[in-house]
Protein backbone atom coordinates (compact mmCIF):
# COMPACT_ATOMS: atom_id res chain seq x y z
CA UNK A 1 0.00 0.00 0.00
CA UNK A 2 3.10 1.96 0.26
CA UNK A 3 4.07 5.28 3.06
CA UNK A 4 1.53 7.56 3.90
CA UNK A 5 2.52 10.64 5.03
CA UNK A 6 0.52 13.84 7.06
CA UNK A 7 0.93 17.37 6.49
CA UNK A 8 -0.91 20.44 6.61
CA UNK A 9 -0.94 20.72 11.15
CA UNK A 10 -0.27 24.22 13.24
CA UNK A 11 -0.84 26.29 15.31
CA UNK A 12 -4.84 28.03 15.19
CA UNK A 13 -7.04 30.05 17.53
CA UNK A 14 -10.33 28.21 18.92
CA UNK A 15 -12.71 28.46 15.93
CA UNK A 16 -9.90 28.48 13.15
CA UNK A 17 -9.51 26.32 10.28
CA UNK A 18 -6.84 23.83 9.50
CA UNK A 19 -6.78 20.94 6.47
CA UNK A 20 -4.80 18.08 6.45
CA UNK A 21 -3.36 15.77 3.78
CA UNK A 22 -2.35 12.41 4.02
CA UNK A 23 -0.40 11.49 1.15
CA UNK A 24 0.10 8.48 -0.50
CA UNK A 25 2.49 6.59 -2.64
CA UNK A 26 1.90 3.20 -3.78
CA UNK A 27 -0.52 1.77 -6.87
CA UNK A 28 -2.88 0.67 -4.13
CA UNK A 29 -4.38 3.96 -2.66
CA UNK A 30 -7.63 3.43 -4.35
CA UNK A 31 -8.65 0.29 -3.29
CA UNK A 32 -7.59 1.22 0.41
CA UNK A 33 -9.80 3.01 3.23
CA UNK A 34 -8.42 5.29 5.09
CA UNK A 35 -8.55 6.85 8.40
CA UNK A 36 -7.40 9.86 10.28
CA UNK A 37 -6.75 9.16 14.09
CA UNK A 38 -5.33 11.17 16.70
CA UNK A 39 -3.87 11.26 20.21
CA UNK A 40 -3.79 13.81 22.72
CA UNK A 41 -0.71 13.64 25.37
CA UNK A 42 -1.82 10.84 27.94
CA UNK A 43 -4.73 9.68 25.56
CA UNK A 44 -5.18 6.60 23.90
CA UNK A 45 -5.30 7.51 20.01
CA UNK A 46 -8.86 7.58 18.43
CA UNK A 47 -10.54 7.52 15.17
CA UNK A 48 -11.39 10.52 14.09
CA UNK A 49 -12.73 9.81 10.65
CA UNK A 50 -13.05 7.01 7.76
CA UNK A 51 -13.56 7.17 4.31
CA UNK A 52 -14.03 4.25 2.33
CA UNK A 53 -12.87 2.88 -1.38
CA UNK A 54 -15.97 3.97 -2.08
CA UNK A 55 -16.28 7.31 -0.47
CA UNK A 56 -18.37 5.88 2.38
CA UNK A 57 -17.36 8.06 5.06
CA UNK A 58 -18.15 8.29 8.90
CA UNK A 59 -16.74 10.62 11.87
CA UNK A 60 -16.57 10.49 15.47
CA UNK A 61 -19.12 11.99 17.73
CA UNK A 62 -16.98 14.67 18.26
CA UNK A 63 -15.74 15.83 15.22
CA UNK A 64 -19.73 15.15 13.21
CA UNK A 65 -20.84 18.46 12.09
CA UNK A 66 -16.80 20.17 12.17
CA UNK A 67 -14.77 18.20 10.32
CA UNK A 68 -15.05 16.80 6.72
CA UNK A 69 -12.96 13.78 5.51
CA UNK A 70 -12.57 13.50 1.37
CA UNK A 71 -10.11 11.85 -1.43
CA UNK A 72 -8.44 12.17 -4.45
CA UNK A 73 -7.54 9.26 -5.93
CA UNK A 74 -5.39 10.79 -8.98
CA UNK A 75 -3.78 12.64 -6.38
CA UNK A 76 -3.31 9.61 -3.88
CA UNK A 77 -4.44 12.10 -1.21
CA UNK A 78 -7.14 12.26 1.66
CA UNK A 79 -7.48 15.02 3.31
CA UNK A 80 -9.30 15.92 6.34
CA UNK A 81 -10.71 19.19 6.74
CA UNK A 82 -11.55 20.93 10.08
CA UNK A 83 -13.43 23.49 11.04
CA UNK A 84 -15.41 24.85 14.17
CA UNK A 85 -11.65 23.82 15.80
CA UNK A 86 -11.82 23.38 19.81
CA UNK A 87 -8.91 22.84 22.51
CA UNK A 88 -9.23 19.76 22.93
CA UNK A 89 -8.96 19.08 19.19
CA UNK A 90 -5.01 19.70 19.95
CA UNK A 91 -3.64 16.33 19.19
CA UNK A 92 -0.90 14.31 16.81
CA UNK A 93 -3.19 13.66 14.19
CA UNK A 94 -2.35 10.57 11.71
CA UNK A 95 -3.79 8.76 8.72
CA UNK A 96 -3.47 5.05 8.33
CA UNK A 97 -4.75 2.66 5.59
CA UNK A 98 -7.83 0.72 7.31
CA UNK A 99 -10.11 -2.44 7.50
CA UNK A 100 -13.73 -0.95 7.56
CA UNK A 101 -15.76 -3.47 10.01
CA UNK A 102 -19.32 -4.14 9.33
CA UNK A 103 -19.75 -2.01 12.49
CA UNK A 104 -18.44 0.71 10.88
CA UNK A 105 -15.10 1.08 12.62
CA UNK A 106 -11.70 1.44 10.83
CA UNK A 107 -9.15 -0.86 12.19
CA UNK A 108 -6.11 0.82 11.32
CA UNK A 109 -3.51 -1.94 9.61
CA UNK A 110 -0.61 -0.03 8.43
CA UNK A 111 2.47 1.13 10.40
CA UNK A 112 2.44 4.77 12.17
CA UNK A 113 3.89 7.54 10.26
CA UNK A 114 5.22 10.75 11.88
CA UNK A 115 1.90 12.50 12.34
CA UNK A 116 1.19 16.49 12.20
CA UNK A 117 0.14 17.91 15.36
CA UNK A 118 -2.58 20.34 15.79
CA UNK A 119 -2.30 22.69 18.37
CA UNK A 120 -5.60 25.03 19.37
CA UNK A 121 -5.05 27.86 21.18
CA UNK A 122 -7.19 29.88 23.40
Known amino acids: QGQLVESGGGLVQAGGSLRLSCAASGSTFSINAIGWYRQAPGKQRELVAGISSGGDTTYSHSAKGRFTISRDNAKHTVYLQMNSLKLEDTAVYYC????????????????WGQGTQVTVSS
Open 96 to 111: NAATKTPSGNYLPTGP
